[in-house]
């Protein structure tokens, strides 16, 4: 006892400047002390040493994380793995294998990994414990789909490491970064309500639209297509004097074959003749083009911050003031997607599913969808006639 002591006053006498923050321990090294537990970091003989190793480790150690393996000076930072999957992203965009609209989610995607850990952080000294508070950082102000969708793309970059060779060891997110349950995803729908349009609202926008806002509204209904879709429906994809329309969904290439009701193909006609000559010649096919001769929905640079790429999409922002006019904006959640939810739920009612998602653009992976080669054009008729009749079929009054 008497030895250990001595050593303990003698090792307070070792510390190579009065601040030094580290501790002599009997053992003849440095520690020091962090919630009842002892961390040691090295010889008392090579007190440079030792501090070093604390100014590395110890902020890990306060914030209850594990310390990283020691920097050899060719670890992956999150730097250099959001710059090589953006540029293995960008490659994609450029081939036409990527939508814009999903490169600039990957690229905000990347900014909130750097946001949330920084961009000199290595990616293999993220541990689950650092995923526990991100997940919590990404669900403050969102609801659980968007949620879902967020740690949906980190996983894919931070995978793209492993997969790449960039670090040897995949990531160990650990079970409190998993997505949320399915039955989390149902509540939140319950708890939302229907995103829904009756048919009176969708008559009433119709009627409270322009002529292009009432050609995508009818595109929307009559063909199940979206934001993207409409935004990028070329020209050369409708016929409009056999009122067809042949347009593969971009987001799963699968081929659509839709037929046009005649309310349509007028809105479209007229929609064409206020198309302003677009500002990019590669847009010169398309049906729709902004007032400001763009896009309706594109990525484009930030203007206040270089480097940093930004969605902008018309449609919706086009969309939101005329719900609003025509009283439905009430409800949580809708948007010109809903008229998405609106074709898949009337569509429902032709009891013809497998026209229905022909149309929708959806992937079948079943064995039927492998070998089926075509589906009959009176099948699709029939489905988007059932569309037709509730939206613009008027109950008929009774002679009492």
């Keep these: 006892m008497a030895q250990s002591t001595k050593f303990r006053r003698k090792g307070k006498s070792q510390k190579p400047y009065p601040e030094f923050p580290l501790t002599a321990h009997p053992s003849g090294r440095w520690c020091k002390k962090h919630r009842g537990k002892q961390y040691y970091f090295g010889r008392i003989d090579d007190w440079q040493a030792a501090f070093g190793r604390y100014e590395r480790e110890w902020p890990h150690i306060i914030d209850g994380r594990t310390p990283p393996p020691v920097d050899t000076g060719d670890g992956c930072t999150l730097r250099d793995l959001c710059n090589a999957f953006l540029t293995s992203k960008r490659n994609r965009l450029n081939s036409g294998e990527l939508s814009s609209h999903t490169f600039a989610k990957y690229y905000e995607t990347c ?22 508070t991100f997940r919590a950082a990404l669900a403050n102000g969102c609801g659980v789909v968007t949620l879902k969708s967020k740690i949906n793309r980190c996983r894919v970059i931070l995978k793209f490491a492993h997969d790449n060779r960039l670090i040897d060891v995949p990531v160990a997110f650990g ?63 409708v016929d409009l004097e056999s009122r067809w329309c042949d347009f593969p ?27 302003p000559e677009p500002r990019d010649s590669d847009d010169s096919n398309l049906f729709f083009v902004t007032r400001q001769r763009n896009r309706f929905v594109r990525v484009r640079e930030s203007k ?5 790429y930004v969605t902008i999409d018309a449609v919706a922002r086009r969309f939101g003031p005329l719900i609003r006019k025509c009283g439905v904006n009430g409800r949580k959640g809708l948007g010109f997607y809903t008229l998405r939810h609106v074709f898949e739920t009337i569509a429902g009612e032709s009891r013809d599913q497998v026209a229905v998602n022909a149309i929708m653009g ?39």
């Design 304 to 308: 206040t911050t270089p480097g940093r």
């Design 175 to 237: 079970k409190a970064f998993d997505r949320p349950s399915e039955k989390t995803l149902r509540k939140a729908r319950n708890e939302a309500g229907p995103r829904m349009f009756e048919s009176p609202e969708i008559r009433a926008m119709l009627d409270n639209a322009d002529t292009v806002l009432k050609a995508m509204i009818l595109l929307g209904i009559n063909c199940g297509f979206g934001n993207t879709d409409v935004a990028s429906l070329p020209q050369s994809s």
């Design 249 to 275: 969904r971009s987001k799963t290439e699968v081929n659509r074959r839709v037929p046009l009701w005649p309310e349509t193909t007028a809105a479209l006609r007229n929609a064409l003749a206020v198309r």
């Design 111 to 132: 900014e909130l990994l750097i946001r949330q850990f920084g961009r000199d952080r290595r990616v293999d000294d993220l541990r689950p414990d650092d995923f526990e």
């Design 362 to 400: 959806h992937v079948d992976g079943s064995m039927a969808g492998v070998y089926r080669e075509r589906i009959s054009d009176e099948r699709l008729i029939k489905v988007t006639d059932v569309i037709h009749d509730w939206l613009f079929k008027l109950p008929e009054k009774s002679d009492e």
